[in-house]
């Protein structure tokens, strides 16, 4: 039944010029980009921006007092700014892009250890002057965003003492501190990017995104294609292994914090978000055409999506366990399927539809 909804719809696009759903053709794509920078993007990088300025605010108070209740805030102003960043992570192109910021924000997947192996080196060192901003934020991007916060506030030996009374966990605490005000630096400059974005969508001249707003549309779109990508294949695919003898659990993401699969979640839903519409604003689906055709694939698009985010909440255990766990392994194979059905449907039965050409993306070659 899917299916022919699907294939009755791409015939009605078929005959229509492509791009042109809902009445955006060309002259509509800086309208779209304009409004999905102010009802989607702008609202996702003003909330990564808060909580990030709440996270270095929680670590300057933390570091001057350590504490067990100091910690856990801390912990908490880090998952907050990590709810910000997967949320705002598929929206690659542009402000994201610039300065390397998606870089430097999270390092992963992490290679050769190099987040461990480079915090290392620079908290034996000590040396003073690499705590100021702008050390920091020329420093290896292994070592001066959310990962190496991650480390640093859930390492096995993380608990009050090992961040104050001697030289060492004073300057592993200054250290925290200072990389949480450059992440804090980083999201508010995304969210100010965002912010000037509307106007030169509108204005239809080259901008961060692209250098046309039909490119900054499929630029756009195809970030969408290379989230899910990295969801199905990195984020579900890549510790799950052939089986449960053979699972790979410290290839997930965010391990130390537990938080591997609230990222997939959050992941999917923003990708929901772009596609479908939020805060009374339109998603690229505006480009489907109205009738009973177009909603039928919105409707396959919403079920789709919500079925793959409710699947990765029923596993039940966190993703580094779940895999490696014959019991628990079945509920993860299962948020695997159901994020491919999504994924197949960004990638492969979208396109056609919207009238978008889909490009390399990032991950081509990998």
Same mark, same amino acid.
């Given at each position: ?49 808060? #909580?990030?300025?709440?996270?270095? $605010? ?6 001057? %007092? &350590?504490? =067990? !209740? *100091?910690?856990? @805030? /801390? ?120 912010? #000037?974005?509307?106007?030169?969508? $509108? ?6 995104? %692209? &250098?046309? =707003? !039909? *490119?900054?549309? @499929? /630029? ?147």
């Amino acid at each position: 039944m899917a299916k022919s909804i699907l294939l009755r719809a791409a015939a009605v696009l078929m005959m229509m010029p492509l791009g042109m759903g809902a009445a955006l053709g060309a002259d509509g794509d800086g309208a779209l980009l304009r409004r999905l920078a102010e009802t989607h993007a702008q609202p996702r990088a003003g909330a990564l921006a808060g #909580a990030a300025a709440g996270l270095a $605010e929680r670590l300057d108070r933390f570091c001057a %007092a &350590p504490s =067990a !209740a *100091g910690l856990a @805030e /801390a912990r908490a102003g880090f998952d907050a700014a990590m709810d910000g960043w997967m949320g705002i992570q598929h929206l690659r192109p542009g402000p994201a892009a610039m300065f390397m910021r998606a870089e430097r924000m999270a390092f992963w997947p992490e290679r050769n250890n190099a987040v461990a192996r480079q915090l290392g080196q620079i908290l034996a060192a000590r040396d003073p002057k690499a705590l100021e901003p702008q050390a920091i934020a020329r420093s290896s991007v292994a070592t001066q965003g959310l990962s190496a916060l991650e480390h640093l506030l859930y390492a096995e030996r993380a608990e009050p003492g090992a961040f104050g009374g001697d030289e060492t966990g004073r300057y592993r605490c200054a250290y925290a501190a200072a990389v949480a005000r450059n992440v804090a630096g980083m999201a508010d400059g995304i969210r100010a990017d965002w912010v #000037a974005l509307p106007a030169e969508f $509108e204005a239809g001249g080259p901008t961060s995104v %692209a &250098p046309t =707003a !039909a *490119g900054a549309v @499929e /630029a756009l779109y195809g970030a969408l294609v290379t989230a899910m990508q990295v969801v199905v294949d990195q984020k579900l695919l890549a510790p799950l292994g052939a089986d449960s003898a053979s699972a790979k659990p410290r290839l997930a993401e965010s391990v130390r914090s537990g938080r591997s699969l609230r990222n997939v979640a959050l992941n999917l839903a923003a990708v929901r978000a772009a596609l479908l519409g939020e805060g009374g604003g339109p998603g690229f689906v505006a480009r489907l055409p109205a009738g009973p055709e177009g909603n039928a694939v919105r409707a396959r698009i919403a079920e789709a999506f919500d079925r793959a985010i409710a699947a990765a909440g029923k596993v039940g255990a966190p993703l580094d366990q779940a895999v490696a766990d014959p019991k628990r392994r079945p509920a993860v194979l299962a948020a695997f399927r159901a994020a491919k059905e999504a994924q197949a449907l960004v990638a492969e039965t979208l396109p056609p539809l919207l009238g978008i050409s889909l490009g390399f993306n990032e991950l081509d070659g990998d």
